[in-house]
């Protein structure tokens, strides 16, 4: 396969697992994939249903200009806002919308997903945190561009960006990014399991906490210098 044909694979198997996690209802919801030494990225088709959608179909935008580079499809309506976090922070390569229940509960309540245990910390060093509301200007001009902005304000820099990979857009819905547009679909997985984790443990208790000790152990035992979670499967057949 051509390294056109393997993205092409990967974006598509990516934004099948949408509806396969429960993620999105009908086409709510869309993947990306980025390849920075030809300029491009390819999304999900606006529209397009998920049973449908093939590898072929997927639309190849330049990352500079915001434009379809073939085809006649449109892209997702969102692609612009893929497009600034690709502008924004170097190490992503993959990018994925939903509009997932339970992290879109926080959303519209303009709530951050709280850190409250070890299965969010294993994944997020933070709260999954919620935007500004956007201003009628910038809803009415370049919305989905606005949209990121208003997520990069929160995030900050790339190194911010691969700590806590996912934020909220208020009232709108999860954003969540990876090293591939496969490792962005789980960390929507991730964010929307941590959300619903966080409703039902703060129906029990209001003033639910956890110590940080705690969050930043499970977090630096699988990121970082001093990893050491997961096996090396290349490694362990070679042994």
Same mark, same amino acid.
Request: hydrophobic share 40%; net charge negative; proline share 5%.
């Given at each position: 396969?051509? !390294? ?15 509806? !396969? ?12 994939? *980025?390849?920075? &030494? ?8 606006? +529209?397009?249903?998920? @049973?449908?959608?093939?590898? @072929?179909?997927?639309?190849?935008? @330049?990352?500079? /200009? ?15 806002? $893929? ?13 994925? =919308?939903?509009?997932?229940? =339970? ?16 299965? $969010? ?11 500004? @509301? ?6 009415? #001009? #370049?919305? #989905? ?14 190194? &911010? ?10 009232? =709108? ?9 496969? !490792?962005?679909? #789980?960390?929507?997985? *991730? ?9 039902? /443990? ?15 152990? =499970?977090?630096?035992?699988? $990121? +970082? ?9 290349? !490694?362990?057949?070679?042994?």
């Amino acid at each position: 396969m051509t !390294k056109d044909q393997d993205l092409r694979e990967a974006v598509l198997q990516a934004n099948r697992l949408i509806p !396969k996690a429960g993620l999105a209802a009908l086409t709510w919801g869309n993947v990306s994939g *980025v390849d920075r &030494a030809a300029g491009i990225y390819l999304i999900k088709p606006s +529209g397009v249903a998920y @049973d449908d959608l093939t590898a @072929d179909l997927l639309v190849p935008v @330049d990352l500079e /200009t915001g434009r379809v580079v073939s085809g006649r499809l449109k892209p997702s309506v969102d692609s612009e806002t $893929h497009r600034a976090f690709y502008l924004q922070w170097p190490s992503i390569g993959g990018i994925t =919308h939903t509009h997932s229940t =339970h992290a879109v509960a926080f959303a519209q309540a303009g709530r951050d997903v709280p850190v409250l245990g070890t299965t $969010h910390a294993d994944t997020f060093s933070g709260p999954v945190r919620v935007t500004r @509301d956007l201003t009628p200007q910038e809803c009415a #001009e #370049e919305y #989905e561009f606005n949209t990121a902005r208003a997520v990069i304000e929160l995030i900050g820099d790339d190194d &911010a960006a691969r700590a806590t990979p996912a934020a909220l857009a208020a009232n =709108h819905g999860p954003f969540t990014w990876g090293k591939d547009a496969g !490792k962005s679909v #789980e960390h929507a997985i *991730v964010c929307e399991a941590v959300a619903e984790m966080a409703l039902k /443990t703060l129906a029990l208790n209001p003033a639910a906490a956890a110590p940080q000790w705690l969050l930043d152990r =499970h977090f630096t035992r699988k $990121h +970082g210098a001093g990893a050491y979670y997961g096996n090396d499967l290349s !490694k362990a057949a070679e042994a």
